[in-house]
């Protein structure tokens, strides 16, 4: 409309140009699009609006609440309410005629933000009059995502993929869709900046977006009936990024973990979904190597429930799990939740895999190991004398599970005070460690 870059063809001429241009006075565009406000402004002259800072937003709401709400007697209601409104000034006006309406202290009010996304966003769509406006918080948000659809769709789809994750830290390379052009893609974040939805955290590219934004945001998208698929495809999405429970992957899902655990935690979505479950299996894994444990059993649980009803229970990756979650249950000294787990993981891979598989013999070792931590010495022992016989056989003595197995066993000695049959495997797995570095290319 300003400029005529839309559909140029068909426009005589811009709106800028029916400006009066004079040497003897100024014109003053206010906008909430930055690149409008370059366009229109002469010679750059841009006086960009900063956020509020605490001071000047205390003496607004001041200005807007009767002063027997004085707000220097209940300080830290004040600056928790400012802090979630993220001094808005719009906001803090419609948060003070709610509160004068319904004669409420700022603790209650600062209640009502505290609750489900819903019920605060109809505490920002709640009308009201002053002098400068009309329109509540969420519908002059409503009014700018309109905007940004219509002028830039990446722009859009990046903000509806962030409104599906945590509001702080969004990694750029989480953001859809994958084969963008470089110049889409800075477009698209430029859009977004432009309209203050998303700051930039310059060291680590990531991107931040303000609560009240993010909640809106999921709004317009329900709104629209695109809350949903967008979940789902944020899922599909971690899924596809979110890294093995290696330790090299450490600072990557570290990077990403905030927002699969939000993503997980919708319910939106098909809880039993094969991109959540198997997102939620590498979330688990991963908070399990961190030592998350109970944010970890809450996942593996899920995951090893959803394998034994859709999968069965002799599935490999059904055993796998029922395993995983034993090892944790033994990590947090819970011996008695660990013990049927190993016990009925060993016995269904010597039914499916056969007792000579690796897998198997991880079984029997990892329930040796239990066996050992309860003090149990001679169940532990049977079984690794077993483990390390059928490693020796089926993998052979330099193999790394085989040396495992041997350090293992020399471990129980140790601990039983049978310090010569101790020494004599820790000294052969030793020797046969190195013997298998030697021969390594």
Known sequence: MWTGSHGSDKVSSKLIDCLPSSQFGRIIFTSRDRKTAYKLARRGQLVLVPELDESVAIDLLQKYIPHEHDLGKHEDDTKSLLKQLTCLPLAIVQAASYINENDIPLAEYLSLLAEQEEEVIGLLSEHFEDDSSKNPVAMTWLISFEQIRLKDKWAAEFLSFIACVDSKNVPRELLPPPGLSRKQEIDAIGTLKAYSFIYERQADSTYDVHRLVHLATRNWLRREELL???????????????????HQNRTIWRRYLTHARYALDSQLIDQDGKSRIDLAWKVGN???SDGRWKEAETLLVQVMEFRKTVLGEEHPDTLTSMNNLADLFHSQGKYEAAEPLYKETLRLSKKVLGEEHPDTLTSMNNLAGLFHSQGKYEAAELLYKETLRLSKKVLGEEHPNTLTSMNNLAGLFHSQGKYEAAELLYKGTLRLSKKARRRAP
């Open 228 to 246: 949903v698929p967008w979940a789902k495809a944020v899922v599909d999405r971690l899924d596809a990024k979110f890294p093995t429970n290696n």
């Open 286 to 288: 991963c908070l399990f």
